[in-house]
């Protein structure tokens, strides 16, 4: 029995594997820095960027799920999936950037009421949110 995947859920399988990669060398880094510590820990943002990582490798694996079992075309679930990855590296990019730099402990600290981060944050959720709901809604549609 012979199934190929459509270029839209191969690219987000990809993207997984990439982020997957990228996750555990930041637990190589992470564990760098545990062994390196007096208090056997990593700076917060090495651990947030190595935990997030792995969360979001699995979240892009259900991306490409509902991708695949999607009735919309290969063009609206790509389009879906690159913005939702998107974010997810923005944010990733963001907790190594922390943590290279061992700047803070909290980025959103004194941010919480500028433009800037409150036009990036929604931009985020609405990214995020809606990319998956176009997902999620061709989903349903093409298998209800």
């Known amino acids: 029995m012979s199934f ?3 270029i839209d859920t191969r690219v987000t399988l990809v993207a997984a594997g990439l982020l997957f990669i990228l996750a555990l060398l930041l637990g190589v880094w992470k564990y760098q820095q545990v062994s390196a510590s007096p208090d056997a820990s990593a700076h917060v943002y090495v651990d947030i960027a190595h935990r997030a990582t792995l969360l979001y490798t699995f979240a892009t694996l ?3 799920v509902f991708t695949e079992l999607s ?3 290969t063009a609206v679930n790509l389009t879906a999936d690159v913005v939702v990855l998107f974010f997810f590296v923005a ?3 963001a907790y190594i950037y922390h943590g290279w730099r061992r700047d803070t402990t909290n980025q959103f600290h004194g941010q919480t009421d500028k433009l ?3 036009v990036s944050m929604g931009l985020l959720i609405v990214g995020e949110v809606g990319g998956f709901l176009v997902l999620f809604s061709g989903f349903l549609a093409g298998q209800f």
């Open 116 to 118: 800037g981060t409150r």
């Open 4 to 6: 190929e995947l459509g």
């Open 62 to 64: 259900l991306l490409a």
């Open 91 to 93: 944010a990733i990019a």
């Open 71 to 73: 009735a919309w075309s």
